[in-house]
């Protein structure tokens, strides 16, 4: 490589020592360069993070690339956050798998579910599901919609989905099913308005997850890392739940005032974990 570039440079080395330009050359070269390389990096501050939100955006990608690695997102399923300079937007990806979301497809919606500066780009069909949750749930941060696959089971069942264990402390103060037939007949089963939306939302009430009949689930939380890791446990959980299921006799769920105290641990240190799962991503991604 380096020979390569001396030979090509040489010829305009030797031009420029010719009509003694050389040095003079040099300098303002160095000055344009360093002047090009403070705009491009000055465009790239203001045109990547707006507003500030660099941090809650490298949530949003890094949770949507982490439950893809799972297996509780694939092709759909999305995460989002509320913008944290304006309660009344919040943050999500245009529409594209979440194994492929980087920092520049998150976009800003109003809480109808508007893009607030669409530019072409195609929107997920879902996002009344953020949009109405942000709107009922003032201390909800976060929310990710997944088709988890261990989680659609208890969706047509009549088994409710119960805290197993501690990590899934959030599901003993209940996951209530939604069934969007109940309200809207038969329909495509996809929450594409804000109605939808909103009955969904009222379903989940204060609970930190609702259950999609024929669907998914919905977890949410007072932050991106939190949000995912409720998405994340809700699929282990109903794995093995129904694992002790399959064993037969009675079940002993966690009450909801262990889940109450578990669930606090587990915000407390949420970032252990989360650290984990980033680098296992980053280190995907760097192969
Ligand atoms: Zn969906």
Redesign the pocket.
């Known amino acids: 490589m380096l020979r390569a570039a001396s030979i090509r440079f040489a010829p305009a080395i030797a031009l420029a020592a010719l009509f003694g330009l050389g040095e003079v050359g040099a300098q303002t070269q160095t000055q344009a360069q360093i002047q090009a390389q403070t705009q491009a990096q000055t465009q790239a501050q203001t045109s990547v993070d707006p507003a500030g939100n660099a941090a809650v955006i490298d949530d949003i990608v890094t949770g949507s690339r982490v439950l893809a690695d799972f297996g509780v997102l694939d092709g ?2 999305h995460v989002s956050a509320r913008d944290p300079n304006n309660p009344n937007h919040f943050l999500m990806s245009r529409s594209l798998a979440p194994a492929l979301v980087t920092a520049g497809d998150i976009m800003e919606f109003d809480l109808d579910g508007n893009a607030v500066d669409a530019r072409g780009r195609a929107l997920f069909l ?1 996002r009344f ?1 953020h949009a109405e949750i942000y709107k009922a749930r003032p201390d909800v941060m976060a929310v990710v ?3 988890s696959p261990n989680v659609i089971p208890f969706t047509i069942s009549q088994v409710p989905l119960r805290a197993v264990f501690h990590n899934a402390a959030f599901l003993a103060a209940g996951a209530p099913v939604w069934d969007i037939r109940k309200d809207f007949g038969e329909t495509d ?3 594409r308005n804000p109605a939808i939306g909103r009955s969904l939302a009222e379903t989940l009430g204060d609970k930190s997850v609702v259950l ?1 009949r024929g ?2 689930d919905v977890a949410v939380g007072p932050a991106v890392r939190m949000a995912v890791f409720r998405a994340y446990y809700a699929d282990v959980n109903a794995r093995l739940q129904s694992e002790a299921v399959a064993l037969g006799g009675l079940l002993n769920f966690l009450t909801p005032g262990e889940g109450a105290k578990a669930d606090a641990v587990n915000f407390a240190v949420i970032d252990r974990i989360w650290n984990l799962w980033k680098m296992r991503v980053t280190t995907t991604l760097a192969k």
């Open positions: 759909f399923g879902e599901i919609h997944t088709h089963m996809l929450v999609m669907h998914g």
